[in-house]
């Protein structure tokens, strides 16, 4: 297949808050600049703003249960009987949404399916014969059996999750990854580039170039910060929170902004001096491109944490809180100890493009399985 020729991409994104569709969108952006003539269908439940907000590159999109994930009780804790619950529904995959999307990608001409750790597109590529890609750092089967002596009925759901996941023609495991597996290729961190630069994105918030400010995040889940009050009493650093509020807010020093801000939350983390809030891949992600310190709560009994905390302490400027220190809200007085940009960074890299290329040498292979 020539660079010329159209090719259809079916990508299954985990709807497990927004890192795992921010990732995926990175790498259908890099995909696109490299081969325009590439068309892709989205099958999640993530927002479609959220990918339309994220990349240029034109898309299908299905709104669709792609995977269970963890059911989520606060941005930092999860229900696991809930979660059992869901599973229990979700799997063996022979639900209405595996009818739906076999339709879906039967329809699409497609060559190729990508899952980011999305059980529910690797089955519909095994059912259609079609080559998957699994983009992670960490698979839900590995997550599950980190659980297992506190909730042993994950045990059916790690087998079956493990047995899909090693089906796949290529696994692409982007740095931080928690379970290395032999023969994966790895990549760097991907992170969505930043489309505005520093100077733009202080403008349209207000603030000149020297004044001190800190996003403070959560990722995609709601959060409902209780220590707003004592940011008030740190006037010489502007706070700016996303997903906070319906609509955007600003309070002395505080900037309070909706889920869908009007901003790439990768531009947010290049403008900003510090980040702030909870350990996650996309974050770190974005904080590692552009060299901006970290300073970030664990989640407390969730085994990506790990992985991320190491990766962070080797590669990046940072600072590990508690959760009860990020409550007290007595840090932003630590933020001017974290500066400077660590030895060997390099703004503007991601795994993005390696995924990318990995991706174009399969879609340009003589191997016609579609």
Not at 97 to 118: G, H, P
Request: hydrophobic share 40%.
């Amino acid at each position: 297949m020539t660079s010329l020729e159209p090719a259809s991409i079916a990508y299954f994104v985990s709807s497990h808050g927004f890192g795992h569709a921010a990732r995926s969108a990175a790498v259908m952006e890099a995909l696109h600049q490299r081969r325009a003539s590439t068309r892709f269908t989205v099958f999640t439940g993530v927002p479609k703003w959220f990918f339309e907000d994220s990349m240029a590159a034109p898309f299908g999109y299905v709104r669709c249960q792609s995977d269970v994930g963890l059911v989520q009780t606060t941005p930092m804790d999860e229900d696991l009987a809930a979660t059992i619950g869901e599973l229990s529904r979700f799997l063996p995959l022979t639900s209405r949404a595996m009818e739906q999307a076999l339709e879906a990608v039967s329809r699409m001409a497609c060559r190729l399916v990508v899952s980011d750790i999305s059980p529910l597109g690797i089955a519909v590529a095994s059912e259609l014969g079609l080559p998957c890609v699994l983009i992670e750092n960490f698979t839900w089967d590995w997550i599950y059996r980190d659980y297992l002596e506190v909730e042993p009925r994950f045990a059916p759901f790690v087998d079956e999750l493990q047995r899909l996941y090693a089906s796949v023609e290529l696994r692409i495991q982007a740095e931080p990854f928690c379970n290395p597996v032999s023969g994966t290729a790895v990549v760097e961190p991907i992170a969505r580039s930043v489309q505005e630069s520093r100077p733009q994105v202080r403008e349209r918030l207000g603030l000149t170039e020297e004044t001190p400010c800190a996003l403070v995040t959560m990722g995609g889940f709601r959060a409902s910060y209780q220590f707003l009050n004592r940011l008030r009493d740190h006037s010489d650093i502007t706070f700016v929170l996303p997903g906070t509020v319906d609509r955007e807010e600003r309070d002395h020093n505080l900037i309070l902004l909706p889920h869908r801000t009007g901003f790439q939350h990768a531009d947010l983390v290049s403008a900003a001096d510090w980040v702030v809030g909870k350990l996650g891949y996309s974050t770190l992600a974005e904080c590692f491109q552009a060299a901006t310190p970290y300073l970030f709560v664990q989640r407390g009994t969730f085994p990506e944490s790990p992985p991320l905390a190491r990766f962070a302490k080797q590669r990046m400027v940072c600072e590990e809180v508690t959760e009860a220190e990020l409550a007290a809200a007595d840090w932003p007085s630590r933020l001017s100890e974290l500066r400077g940009i660590p030895e060997g960074a390099v703004r503007g890299s991601s795994g993005s493009r390696q995924a990318a290329d990995l991706l174009l040498d399969l879609l340009e292979s003589p191997l016609e399985s579609c």
